[in-house]
């Protein structure tokens, strides 16, 4: 036990003399943790609008084509910078960046909106959507929809105005301006264990947190294998110190910079975030931080394990800088940290499964988004530990292998 205590104070004065590598530990995540969640903000809004401009082309000029023109302005979700007279124009606007979209309504538009294709003879000429290349597919798709939408309850209204003429019933006076529940609220349904709908900060403050905590990679492979070209290592097995022990010598510091890491980005997230105009993070209380505190321990543990079993494998601190450093990355980019794992398509969302990272994001979700309790988080606990184990195994490993 003695030689384990002296073993910690080793390590510790080591870290402590790395004041660059612990100053990247502690700031780098406070900053992505600001930057993203503030970038992702709108993305876990409810019904946020959505800042595209887009402008209609009236070639037809009758009230159907305005009374659409009016039910898509209505929607609130994207912006009417302008309505024109020619198609030309809305091109050479879309070219200026002026607008993302034109909707061009074509000459006789009005005539067909209830003739079915091809009845009069004349082929039926389509609505034109132009669009600015560089826009987001998925909001060309949303406005698609939106004018589908729209069309839709024109041609209700046109027949049901139709309707009541043949059957002599009462029609609205003005049936083309009639308005329809165009717009969805979404609303966010709760058990009775939830905090809050996810938000912004819900996701980077643990995201960012378990990114920052498999960083200690880049320290830990620094302090190892110094020790290992310095001769280190041979003097302290010659003193009879298996490598086990000297492996659980650095692993106690850095689980204590890790959990120093979490207090840090939960202060972040509950009071600087709030500073930029964010919403503050909200942590479960009683049990619940009990809960998160195992998940960020597992997390912890695996992440140091990673960093050992890096530095076991590398050289120089060059190559476990470069493994380390893409390792993490490709672990956070398919593991939900960079991009929310909602995001992914379903590929991506599978391969997700297989990252460490993921594992310990969806801990904290658990019990932060659900307030789920010990058995809903003990999974992804137990993978994180499993992981842990078998990475501290095969550093072993490898050590004995190299001095054999």
């Known amino acids: 036990m003695n030689r384990l205590i002296a073993l910690w104070r080793k390590e510790t004065l080591a870290l402590l003399r790395d004041r660059h590598g612990l100053a990247a530990l502690f700031v780098m995540p406070v900053i992505f943790i600001l930057v993203m969640t503030m970038a992702l903000h709108d993305a876990f809004m409810p019904g946020a609008a959505i800042d595209v401009g887009y402008a209609i082309v009236d070639l037809d000029g009758s009230a159907h084509s305005q009374s659409l023109a009016r039910r898509l302005n209505k929607t609130g979700s994207f912006r009417l910078v302008d309505t024109v007279a020619l198609a030309d124009t809305a091109r050479q606007a879309i070219r200026d960046g002026r607008y993302a979209l034109a909707l061009v309504l074509p000459q006789g538009f009005g005539e067909r909106l209830l003739a079915p294709a091809g009845a009069d003879g004349q082929p039926t000429e389509p609505l034109t959507l132009m669009v600015d290349p560089t826009l987001n597919p998925a909001l060309q798709l ?131 975030v709030p500073l930029f105009g964010g919403e503050a993070l909200v942590m479960p209380q009683g049990v619940g931080l009990l809960n998160w505190w195992l998940v960020a321990a597992a997390v912890s543990l695996a992440a140091v394990a990673c960093a050992l079993l890096v530095a076991s494998v590398a050289r120089t601190t ?64 137990v993978q994180l530990l499993a992981f842990a184990a078998a990475a501290l195994a095969a550093a072993v490993w490898l050590n004995h292998r190299q001095t054999a």
């Open 142 to 272: 949303a406005f698609r929809n939106q004018t589908s939408a729209a069309l839709g309850t024109l041609r209700a209204d046109e027949l049901t105005r139709k309707a009541g003429q043949l059957f002599g019933l009462p029609t609205a006076a003005n049936a083309t301006e009639r308005d329809w529940p165009d717009e969805i609220v979404s609303v966010a349904v709760q058990n009775e264990r939830s905090i809050r709908p996810p938000s912004s900060v819900q996701q980077n403050v643990p995201a960012w947190l378990v990114f920052a905590m498999f960083f200690v990679v880049i320290p830990i492979s620094s302090i190892l294998i110094t020790e290992r070209q310095q001769g280190t290592l041979q003097r302290l097995a010659s003193m009879g110190l298996p490598f086990r022990l000297v492996l659980l010598g650095k692993l106690l510091p850095f689980f204590v910079v890790n959990q120093i890491q979490a207090g840090l980005m939960v202060g972040v997230g509950m009071f600087g």
């Open 318 to 381: 060059q190559q476990a800088t470069i493994v380390g450093g893409v390792g993490n990355i490709l672990m956070g980019a398919i593991g939900g940290i960079m991009v929310p794992k909602f995001m992914m398509p379903a590929a991506m969302q599978t391969l997700a499964e297989f990252s460490p990272m993921a594992w310990g994001l969806q801990g904290f979700h658990t019990i932060m988004l659900r307030h789920g309790g010990f058995a809903d988080i003990l999974q992804p606990v």
